[in-house]
Nanobody, 119 residues
């Protein structure tokens, strides 16, 4: 069955780094657009980063220059390298897989991983 499993979250001090991973299975990963979202307490879920099937990337203004999204199609895994972390980066981070093909939209979510930035 389809699975997206995030890992790598945790507690980190301001200015520190974390690398999130999202391991995919059960679908043709290389054909999908992959996105990272986050949701802080009391706030709406927001898009953080996107990487297309071809490897093009884009980022929310709030993380540009600090976060890097990448993918390994052999391992069916997408990564989010987060540097210079700030307290406002604290949130649950989710990965998302998306594809439209043959008139059908396919969209999958992981369960999320908590990132806490605090001293």
């Amino acid at each position: 069955q389809v699975q997206l499993v995030e890992s790598g979250g945790g507690l980190v001090q301001p200015g520190g780094s974390l690398r999130l991973s999202c391991a995919a299975s059960g679908f043709a990963f290389s054909n999908y657009v992959m996105r990272w979202y986050r949701q802080a307490p009391g706030k709406e879920r927001e898009l953080v980063a996107i990487i297309t099937a071809g490897g093009s990337t884009n980022y929310a203004d709030s993380v540009k220059g600090r976060f890097t999204v990448s993918r390994d199609n052999v391992k069916s895994t997408v990564y989010l390298q987060m540097n210079i972390l700030k307290p406002e980066d604290t949130a649950v981070y989710y990965c998302n897989a998306d594809r439209a093909w043959g008139g059908t939209k396919y969209n999958y979510w992981g369960q999320g991983t908590q990132v806490t930035v605090s001293s």
